[in-house]
């Protein structure tokens, strides 16, 4: 596996799905290596799960990286091809577009090379313009002319490779297992936090998952709920900045950084609403994440949450503040519609996306298998 920071964690979308995906291939008798950058740490909800640089069976190997803004992704990708290229692999699988400039490392070797889009990140607002957009675009050429096979995590960007490469690509959607709901302990002792007192929003904070757009939104609603952002800065400290600004001196929006664990666990168990307002998508795991634990949802109506929610979630319109506020308004307004959200949200999720599905479509990738090009 190449293209991630370090395994195990959640860190981002690509880290928990390997962080979950990996130990499951392994339980089917498959041998997982997973090349981490050197200059990660494994976050401290798994340090315990690590022993003799392995996680559940996965190998964890460390590659070099020059630990710089811009530098990290190009220098550990090329140092994991490397390696992985003569190593005793029968599959390479590079995750992300930016990562697949490597890709032609192991192709040289005869490798058999698979390549997961997890979105399409050029057009993400950090690269936006300049050289790192032109990079990822790069490596997503590279992957549409010579990986063995694409897997991609939503119908839009399926399409999108076969109108703009005529590129065949395999659809399998992230997955999601059932939780146990929390009672709200470390959540009311850090936070002040209780059970269905707040709105909750969790992400990178980076600026397409549209955090602006829900503090402006939440200034302008009459409630005594309370607004929960949860998410780090993911090279992106001028729009937390931003952020912390547009919030003012609002006491009740709370900025509780990076949570993982048992926090995260109360954080989804105990909100009164969780709300997704991204401009740009790939397959959102935290809301997978947040209707397994029977959250009412108030999401953008991009296709990548729209096609996953259908008619079991509340949809806005992208980008917009006025609208955002009335559907923010609206649950407040009516505790009963939330619970009915809430009532059908896990059983609709849980059902329909689950992660031994998703693992043995993948490995039928692996094996070529023709059946999995039909998806």
Known sequence: MIGHKVVPSRRGGIELVLTTMCPKMVKRGHQVTCYNRSGDKVENEYVNTVKNGTYKGVKLKKVLTINKKGLAAMTSSFSAAIRAAFGRYDIVHFHAEGHCTALWIPKLFRKR???????????????????????????????????????VLSKGVQDYFKQTYGRDTILIPNGVSRPENVEADLLTRKFGLHKDDYICALSRLTEEKGIHYLIEAYQNVKTDKKLVIAGDTSDTDDYVMKLKKLAGNNPNIIFTGFVSGRT??????????????????????????????????????????????????????????????EKLQMVCDDVELVEKYKSEASGYICGRYNWEDVVSRTVEVYRGKKSCKEN
């Open 113 to 151: 090379c698979i390549v997961t889009i997890h979105g399409l990140d050029w057009a993400r607002d950090k690269w936006k313009s300049g050289f790192g957009s032109k990079y990822i675009k790069f490596g997503e050429k590279v992957a549409a002319k010579y990986a063995d096979e694409i897997i």
């Open 264 to 325: 995260l666990e109360e954080l989804y168990s105990n909100a009164y609403v969780y709300v997704l307002p991204s401009k740009l998508e790939g397959m959102p795991l935290s809301l997978l994440e947040a209707m397994s634990y029977g959250n009412c949802v108030i999401g953008s109506d991009i296709a990548e949450i729209a096609d996953v929610v259908e008619d079991k979630a509340i949809l806005f319109k992208k980008a917009n503040v006025e609208d955002l506020k």
